[in-house]
């Protein structure tokens, strides 16, 4: 196996939800950079877990979490609030990506300290965009709140008929990335970097206001045998592969996420 596996999708009832979780075998011969909590850094990995989480998670043992919910042996634990079953894949030239998006806290990198990230209000004017920097909830803060589509019972649960009727709010965007040759260390981090800037250009050109979330997670599995590429950027042959496949399968969830969002605010705004 040269690419991404396919994935295997399970339920589980976590907090009083029903939460799912996106597992893929890679198996052995693979290394991996990961900004993730478990398996995070550079390294030998096996397989990569995607998991939902409850909206606001909270638990102060995110790693042995995730250990409980993966496979033996090394691999990459992801967490996010979204709907890990509505994840986009694309492919260029050998390279694949898979995204699952959640944007309902967006981001500016650059936020002035000490504002507070508000989110995306609960009903937008028709015809106007959200402005920015809106900024907001991994590892590095807390995973946002939850997905559009988890229905009235997830909404309770959500807290969103508890303050004022505000349409559950997914946090993070978690990226998979999977190349089918060696890649040296620097770069790694340069297809790392990469990845990120491809996020930034498709949430820009999906009318995102943001360079994603604050909670966003990235993982680039790459072959540990053969020769090394020394480049990942986004002019190398394969950067730009994974930049190409980056772009898509995040203009895709954008683009998924906002139809999804709309027909939510919608049900909320008629109860």
């Known amino acids: 196996m040269t690419g991404v596996p396919r994935p295997s999708l399970t339920y589980r009832t976590e907090d009083g939800l029903r939460l799912g ?59 996010t609030a979204a709907l890990v079953e509505r994840y986009t894949v694309a492919a260029d030239g050998g390279a694949e990506a898979v995204a699952t998006v959640g944007l309902g806290v967006p981001t500016w990198a650059a936020a002035p300290e000490g504002v507070p990230d ?24 807390v995973v946002g709140a939850g997905d559009p589509g988890v229905g009235d019972a997830g909404a309770r649960e959500a807290g969103v008929f508890e303050t004022g009727g505000r349409v559950p709010r997914p946090g993070t965007i978690n990226i998979l990335v999977a190349v089918p040759v060696a890649f040296s260390d620097p770069a790694l981090v340069n297809a790392v970097m990469t990845v990120t800037e491809a996020k930034t250009q498709a949430l820009l050109e999906a009318g995102f206001p943001c360079t994603g979330t604050a909670s966003d997670a990235v993982c680039v599995a790459v072959r540990e045998d053969g020769p090394a590429e020394a480049f990942g950027g986004p002019r190398s042959v394969w950067g730009a592969r994974i930049a190409r496949a980056v772009h898509r399968a995040v203009l895709d969830g954008a683009g998924d996420w906002r139809t999804r969002r709309a027909g939510t605010t919608a049900r909320f705004r008629d109860l």
């Open 21 to 79: 979780a996106l597992l893929w075998r890679f198996g052995p011969g693979w290394r991996m950079i990961s900004s993730a909590m478990l398996g995070g850094g550079i390294g030998p990995r096996e397989w990569v877990l995607n998991a939902q989480v409850a909206a606001g998670y909270s638990r102060m043992d995110p790693v042995a979490h995730m250990e409980a919910l993966g496979p033996r042996g090394p691999g990459v634990g992801m967490m």
């Open 118 to 141: 508000p989110g995306l209000p609960a009903a937008p004017e028709a015809g106007r965009e959200v402005a920015g920097p809106a900024a907001s909830g991994s590892a590095r803060e």
